[in-house]
T-cell receptor, first 112, second 112 residues
Framework: DQQVKQNSPSLSVQEGRISILNCDYTNSMFDYFLWYKKYPAEGPTFLIS?????DKNEDGRFTVFLNKSAKHLSLHIVPSQPGDSAVYFCAATDSGYSTLTFGKGTMLLVSP | DTAVSQTPKYLVTQMGNDKSIKCEQNLGHDTMYWYKQDSKKFLKIMFS???????INETVPNRFSPKSPDKAHLNLHINSLELGDSAVYFCASSPGYRTEAFFGQGTRLTVV
């Protein structure tokens, strides 16, 4: 039972363009969402988060959008850089649970 | 000055053996976790400890036993290893609940 879904296993984008990574969730109790980035042979590193009281959060080139009614969030990277090539995990948690539920990840490849 | 470190990075062992993975964090966090990333790439929570006390124990076989000697350490002992235990195991820590977790580099366990 996947409560957090990332339906695109991979995404290819040219350097300088926008990367849009999508994530859907089914658990309506989730109210805090995070994106992690993972390079091969390393652990995931935190990128950006958003609370359900917001619909947008921005940090430099990274913006996360949350659509609660659609149970959908997306991560926008503008402009994309080759160093952004990694696996991106969407994660969610609720107010009564301390751990994160992760999606399967989307591999982003940014080509020069 | 690694924030969350786990050893070993790679572990190859035979079925039936008992092995341990060590984890240490120097961030002063109260909460530590073990996650498992299986062959399907899902990151799933196994255990959560807060101030050395077990908070969450997901449906993990009791062959897996976490041990937290102090707040900065959370080790994972696995008895009678099975082929299906092959995965990457990640240790993580966070300052509290509903905050981003910091992950170690992972331990790739291969049971042959």
């Amino acid at each position: 039972d996947q409560q957090v879904k990332q339906n695109s296993p991979s995404l290819s984008v040219q350097e300088g363009r926008i990367s849009i990574l999508n994530c859907d969730y089914t658990n309506s109790m989730f109210d805090y969402f995070l994106w992690y980035k993972k390079y091969p042979a390393e652990g995931p590193t935190f990128l950006i988060s958003i609370s359900s009281i917001k619909d947008k959060n921005e940090d430099g080139r990274f913006t996360v959008f949350l659509n609660k009614s659609a149970k959908h969030l997306s991560l926008h990277i503008v402009p994309s850089q080759p160093g952004d090539s990694a696996v991106y995990f969407c994660a969610a948690t609720d107010s009564g649970y301390s751990t994160l539920t992760f999606g399967k990840g989307t591999m982003l490849l940014v080509s020069p | 000055d690694t924030a969350v470190s786990q050893t070993p990075k790679y572990l190859v062992t035979q079925m039936g053996n008992d092995k341990s993975i060590k984890c240490e964090q120097n961030l002063g966090h109260d909460t530590m976790y073990w996650y498992k990333q299986d062959s399907k790439k899902f990151l799933k929570i196994m255990f959560s400890y807060n101030n050395k006390e077990l908070i969450i124990n997901e449906t993990v076989p009791n062959r897996f036993s976490p041990k937290s000697p102090d707040k900065a350490h959370l080790n994972l002992h696995i008895n009678s290893l099975e082929l299906g235990d092959s995965a990457v195991y990640f240790c993580a820590s966070s300052p509290g609940y509903r905050t981003e977790a910091f992950f170690g580099q992972g331990t790739r366990l291969t049971v042959v």
